[in-house]
């Protein structure tokens, strides 16, 4: 009898467990055994064993609402570490101190991931008692953030068009759900080099965004600062913070080996 090689056994349980964890990055967080085993082409068995596998090491959790499943926080973990060594992180920590302290609200560097951005670093002031919960993790949306616009802001149009989707959500009455005008708003965010976001996603919440490129010139990451709306008016955020996160932006593509 030929006995099948055990190295390439392994390498096939390796490839189909990655290919489970590749389906969740769409635009459905998440998804059930049976979705998962018709795109996958593999039986429920299968996958089901290479989710509870999954499962057990922190790459995949279960929604016990839906019995669905969805990224764990080991894929979170693993991608910080992605960019620790990728000098992002790293080099965004001192600036962001530096801000949060200047500003006196707090500062964070985010990047684009499945149709949304993360924070993947934050500092908060040290000088205030209310400050905005850590948003370090969590997936904001494009189209109501200060982060998510300057990322769109330096998309081509087409891009733009695919990464929003069919339908703008509304979060609250001063999201922007008219497509044309969050258009129109991208092209003043390209000129202006910078975004805000007053109420968009959070209702008491406002943050203003500058891009954050790399030594390509490629825009690679966004970094804000954020706080209570009612401390960051749209007047603070033109004649006092917009300057500030600029120069902290530009402080951070320097690092990163952009050439202005």
């Known amino acids: 009898m030929v006995r099948r090689d055990k190295a390439n056994y392994l390498i096939q349980s390796v490839a189909h467990a990655l290919d489970v964890l590749e389906q969740f990055s769409g635009e459905q967080d998440e998804l059930g055994v049976t979705e998962l085993s018709r795109r996958l082409k593999l039986h429920k068995n299968n996958v089901f064993r290479l989710l509870a596998t999954l499962e057990a090491r922190g790459y995949i959790e279960q929604n016990k609402s839906t019995e669905n499943y969805r990224l764990g926080i080991r894929c979170l973990q693993l991608g910080r570490n992605y960019i620790e060594q990728q000098g992002l992180v790293r080099q965004a920590r001192a600036i962001l101190a530096e801000l949060a302290h200047k500003a006196r609200e707090s500062a964070f560097v985010a990047i684009a991931r499945r149709h949304g951005m993360v924070a993947l670093e934050a500092a908060d002031p040290s000088n205030r008692v209310v400050k905005i919960e850590s948003l370090v993790g969590e997936l904001l949306p494009l189209h109501c953030t200060a982060v998510g616009k300057v990322h769109l802001a330096f998309e081509p149009e087409e891009q733009v068009n695919v990464q929003l ?93 952009y050439k202005s």
């Open 165 to 257: 989707g069919e339908e703008l959500k509304r979060y609250t009455e001063h999201t922007i759900v008219e497509r044309p005008a969050l258009l129109e708003q991208l092209r003043s965010v390209a000129q202006q080099g910078y975004a805000a976001d007053i109420g968009e996603f959070i209702e008491d919440v406002a943050s203003v965004a500058v891009p954050v490129r790399d030594y390509t010139r490629s825009v690679v990451a966004a970094l804000a600062v954020a706080g209570p709306a009612y401390r960051m008016s749209s007047e603070r955020i033109t004649q006092e913070l917009a300057q500030m996160v600029i120069e902290a932006g530009r402080k951070l593509s320097e690092k990163l080996g």
